[in-house]
């Protein structure tokens, strides 16, 4: 897997920057808010587990660009969003999200999946990003719809979560020739 370089990304009223070690009490507030550990990060609990949460996401050598989503006027943590799964030999990519529940509701999350999206168009390249949410995840799905997403379907029991149970989940993808969204001033 080659190195991709981490890499700084505005846009909208958020800045997305690589996490650093000194995050692990604002990440771990976020982690444990109970919609987190259920659709995201269910087996972060504790202080030891979001040191090697926040160690796996500093490591940019594998398959994934994980950004820590900063309130570009305060630097406060607003957001987390991944694009993972990277497969350059198929040319396609993942991405995941969550914001801190105090930010929820301003259009933060669509800014930064869209903001992640260009640049792994425009860097690794991909040619195409996967999105998944939970049937029951009804906000995923406004955030997969607002950051230019195509619903394309609807997989059976396809991912256990945080509660342990296989959820059906939406597919949406965006492709790189996609027409990419045109956000108002926070959407
Ligand atoms: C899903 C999540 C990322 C959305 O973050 P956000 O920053 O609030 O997202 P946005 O403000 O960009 O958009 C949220 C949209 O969902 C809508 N929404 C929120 N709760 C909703 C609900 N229960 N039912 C329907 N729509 C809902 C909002 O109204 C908004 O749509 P709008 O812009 O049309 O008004 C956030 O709620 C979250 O972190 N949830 C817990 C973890 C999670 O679900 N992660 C994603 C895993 S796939």
Redesign the pocket.
């Known amino acids: 897997m080659e190195q991709i370089e981490p890499v700084e990304l505005a846009g909208g009223g958020v800045r997305l920057r690589p996490w650093r070690a000194d995050d692990a009490d604002a990440a771990l507030a976020a982690l444990v808010?109970p919609?987190?550990r259920l659709?995201?990060a269910g087996w972060v609990q504790t202080r030891e587990d979001v040191v090697h949460w926040l160690e796996r996401r500093r490591d940019w050598t594998g398959d994934h660009a994980s950004w820590a989503v900063e309130d570009a006027a305060t630097g406060e943590l607003v957001?987390s969003v991944s694009v993972h799964s990277i497969d350059r030999s198929a040319n396609d990519a993942e991405v995941?999200?969550?914001?801190v529940p105090a930010?929820?509701?301003?259009?933060?999350?669509?800014?930064a999946v869209d903001a992640a999206c260009r640049w792994a168009f425009g860097v690794l390249p991909v040619d195409r990003i996967e999105l998944?949410?939970?049937v029951e995840?009804?906000?995923?799905g406004?955030?997969a719809e607002?950051a230019g997403f195509t619903y394309e379907g609807h997989l059976r029991r396809s991912y256990r979560y945080g509660d342990g149970v296989k959820h059906d989940e939406l597919l949406w993808a965006r492709l790189a020739d996609d027409p990419a969204p045109q956000f108002s001033s926070r959407?």
């Open positions: 808010d919609d987190t659709w995201n957001g995941g999200y969550w914001t930010a929820r509701g301003r259009g933060v999350a669509a800014l998944c949410h939970a995840n009804v906000a995923s406004r955030v607002k959407s």
